[in-house]
């Protein structure tokens, strides 16, 4: 059954992904949050902030793009929680196919989805006065740190679509993540919080992500933070997949 297990989930990937393009409002949902983020905060709040020379717009993206990522995971736990429920899961365990294989067609149309979310999301930043002089290699490793860090919430959204008792907790479990970029270097530097805030957004993970993505864009040195933000991503994706699988396993048992 493992010799099969790349084209049963490319056959179960082109599934899911047929259920998004079927459920359009959902992928507007994940990008217009975002957008109306950015939108409030260049236009509303964006005077107040000192940013130095950099646009406001170009300040925040990082941190923009993360949300989209947390919003994006949020419809994977909710699909993945509707396939429990509706038995397709028992469906798939009485066919010849490998059965981890459901797991990634979910975890792979989510990197799909949101990968086109991402790229919405940059091209409004861009009509917004959103500048980079990044090159191939600074926008490269800025894909391989989303990719990374969507591959981890997705994982963590696995766990939240087997373990959840209803719809709405499947669904609900993402506003912390949502939340978690507003308490980070995300909006405004981390200098002017709080003392006991200022601690935890500088040791939490959003912090080093941001700070790496922006300074890859900025074509400035990385330092210490992009070797943080990768033990982070790395770590959550390891822990994830760990208790997902194990879920997993509970459930098919």
Known sequence: MTAYFFVDTAVLTGRTLRHVTRSVDTVITTV??????????????????DTGSVSYVTYLLPGILLI???????YTAYRLFTDMKSGIFERFQSMPIARSGVLWAHVLTSLVANLISLVIVVDVALLM?????AGVPQWLAVAGILF????????????AGL?????????????PLIFLPFIS?????????????????EHQ????IVNTIRDLFAQRPVGDDIWTALLWCVGILV?????AMAAYRRKIA
């Open 163 to 175: 373990s959840a008792v209803s719809v709405e907790g499947a669904g609900a479990f993402a506003y």
């Open 205 to 208: 993970p959003v912090t080093s």
């Open 32 to 49: 217009i949050t975002p957008v109306a983020m950015m939108l409030m905060f260049v236009y509303v709040f964006g005077g107040a902030i």
């Open 68 to 74: 989209t990522i947390a919003s994006g995971i949020s």
């Open 129 to 133: 006065g959103f500048r980079t002089g």
């Open 148 to 159: 990374l860090f969507t591959l981890a919430l997705t994982w963590i959204a696995v766990i």
């Open 239 to 243: 822990v994830a997949y760990g208790f």
């Open 185 to 201: 270097s995300a909006f405004v530097p981390t200098e002017t919080m709080a003392g006991p805030v200022r601690w935890f957004a």
